[in-house]
């Protein structure tokens, strides 16, 4: 069964500098979503992308955070200047055409901050 | 800010009762709901979705959504030890937005 894979799983980072985090979102889908779940939180949205484009985003996603699909099959966020609150897990997702489908998730990139 | 509640739990249920996980939203224009299984320290992985009012059952999962009511629930028969995990419920709002909105999940507790 197709999957969404994500890299690394585990990313330690100084603060201040700047991650980029790998998304291969399952080949067929459309729409490519990235998500934050903070440790004993819920799991928050932080932007969705469509058609080489920002579709939708939070509050959350800020100056600070962009996303890129840099060629046909990858999809990333980039944080610039890391903050400790930055550290959680960070999930891709990707949902195929159509406004209803559901989202299916990545294994996520485990994201510490020191 | 549209919200979606979920008690915590635990839900405690011995092995092979009916779990039943449930849900409310605060958007009524949402359309379409979405439970997702999570283990600890892993990535949700979808159980179900339903878009209609009524239940819609897959093996042993049966979801029921009540528009009306702003609820929906996640009924899970014959539970086993392996269900045990955090249910997600998860809703997307109408207008053409893909943003999904979870709530913080019900752990589940299957005792054998």
């Known amino acids: 069964e197709p999957e969404v894979t994500q890299t690394p799983s585990h990313q330690v980072t100084q603060m201040g500098q700047e991650v980029i985090l790998r998304c291969v979102p399952i080949?067929?889908?459309?729409?490519f979503y990235w998500y934050r779940q903070i440790l004993g939180q819920k799991v928050e949205f932080l932007v969705s992308?469509?058609?080489?484009?920002?579709?939708?985003k939070s509050e959350i996603f800020d100056d600070q955070f962009s996303v890129e699909r840099p060629d046909g099959s990858n999809f990333t966020l980039k944080i610039r200047s890391t903050k400790l609150e930055d550290s959680a897990m960070y999930f891709c997702?990707?949902?195929?055409?159509?406004?209803?489908?559901?989202?299916?998730f990545g294994d996520g990139t485990r994201l510490s901050i020191l | 800010q549209k919200e979606v509640e979920q008690n915590s739990g635990p839900l405690s249920v011995p092995e092979g009762a009916i779990a039943s996980l449930n849900c409310t939203y605060s958007?009524?224009?949402?359309?379409?709901f979405f439970w997702y299984r999570q283990y600890s320290g892993k990535s949700p992985e979808l159980i179900m979705f339903?878009?209609?009012?009524g239940d819609k059952e897959d093996g042993r999962f049966t979801a029921q959504l009540n528009k009306a009511s702003q609820y929906v629930s996640l009924l899970i028969r014959d539970s086993q030890p392996s269900d045990s995990a955090t249910y997600l419920c998860?809703?997307?709002?109408?207008?053409?937005?893909?943003?999904?909105?979870f709530g913080t999940g019900t752990k589940l507790q299957v005792i054998p």
């Open positions: 992308f469509y058609n080489n484009e920002i579709s939708e």
């Open positions: 339903i878009y209609s009012n």
């Open positions: 080949s067929n889908h459309l729409y």
């Open positions: 998860a809703v997307k709002a109408s207008g053409g937005y893909q943003k999904v909105t």
């Open positions: 997702a990707s949902s195929s055409q159509g406004p209803n489908q559901p989202q299916h």
């Open positions: 958007d009524r224009g949402s359309q379409s």
